[in-house]
C-alpha cells in the first residue's frame, strides 16, 4: 500500500540557517505530492504540491522537487523564519485512492532567534 | 471566504458516552474528508463522503464509528460508546471536486477529543 516516510525530528535551527526536510514514498502508479503545515492549536495549511514527475513546488520561500527516480520530494528553505516554527507534514494522494491522502509522521521544527 | 469549519474544537466525553463532530465544507464543496490524528502520529485517513453518499470508509474503525454528509448541513463524525483511545484530534478537509489525487484538500482546526 501507500505510505510516506519523512525524517525524524526535532529539528532545531538558528534563524537564517538552510532547512531541509526529507520525504521519501512508496505508491501505486503516479502520485501527487503535497507538503502540509500545521502550526499550534491549528489545522493543516497546504504548503505547496506537486502532480507529476520532475515539478517543484515553492511557496513562501519553500521548495520540494517531485523526484520518480529517487522516489523523493524533499522540503528546503534557505533561509528559516522564527515564523516557520511549525509541524511539517508530507502527503501523498495516490490516483487509485480516491484522492484521499497518506501522511508522513510529521517533523517539527522550532527556529530559534 | 469562510474555510472549512469544525465544532466543537475540543470535546470531553466520560467512556461509554456518545462523541458527535461536525464539520462545514468550504462554501462549494461537496466532498469532504475525515482523518484522524492521535498523539505522535501523523494523520490517518477514516472516510471520504460526497453529498448523501459514502464513497470509501477503508479507514473507519469496523464498530462504534460512523459518518454521514447529508444534502443539507454539515458533516457528522459519529463515535459511539467511547474508549480512551478515541481520545484525538480529528481533522476535516474538504475540495471542490474530488476522486483525482491532484485535487487540494483545506482542512479545518480540527476537533480534539478527551475520552476520561
Known amino acids: 500500500g501507500d505510505s510516506v516516510t519523512q525524517m525524524e525530528g526535532p529539528v532545531t535551527l538558528s534563524e537564517e540557517a538552510f532547512l531541509t526536510i526529507n520525504c521519501t514514498y512508496t505508491?501505486?502508479?503516479?502520485?501527487?505530492l503535497f507538503w502540509y503545515v500545521q502550526y499550534p492549536g491549528e489545522g493543516l495549511q497546504l504548503l505547496l504540491k506537486a502532480t507529476k514527475a520532475d515539478d517543484k513546488g515553492s511557496n513562501k520561500g519553500f521548495e520540494a522537487t517531485y523526484r520518480k527516480e529517487t522516489t523523493s520530494f524533499h522540503l528546503e528553505k534557505g533561509s528559516v523564519q522564527v515564523s516557520d516554527s511549525a509541524v511539517y507534514f508530507c502527503a501523498l494522494s495516490s490516483g487509485t485512492s480516491y484522492g484521499k491522502l497518506t501522511f508522513g509522521q510529521g517533523t517539527i521544527l522550532t527556529v530559534h532567534p | 471566504n469562510a474555510g472549512v469549519m469544525q465544532n466543537p474544537r475540543h470535546l470531553v466525553r466520560r467512556r461509554g458516552q456518545e462523541a458527535r463532530l461536525r464539520c462545514s465544507p468550504m462554501k462549494g464543496h461537496s466532498h469532504v474528508y475525515w482523518y484522524r490524528q492521535l498523539p505522535e502520529e501523523g494523520l490517518k485517513f477514516m472516510v471520504y463522503?460526497?453529498?448523501?453518499?459514502?464513497?470509501?470508509e477503508s479507514g473507519m474503525p469496523k464498530e462504534r464509528f460512523s459518518a454521514e454528509f447529508p444534502k443539507e448541513g454539515p458533516s457528522i463524525l459519529r463515535i459511539q460508546q467511547v474508549v480512551r483511545g478515541d481520545s484525538a484530534a480529528y481533522f476535516c478537509?474538504?475540495?471542490?471536486?474530488?476522486?483525482?489525487?491532484?485535487?487540494?484538500?483545506?482542512f479545518g482546526p480540527g476537533t480534539r477529543l478527551t475520552v476520561t
Open positions: 505508491a501505486t502508479g503516479y502520485p501527487s
Open positions: 463522503l460526497q453529498k448523501e453518499n459514502i464513497i470509501d
Open positions: 478537509a474538504s475540495s471542490p471536486s474530488g476522486g483525482a489525487s491532484s485535487y487540494e484538500q483545506y
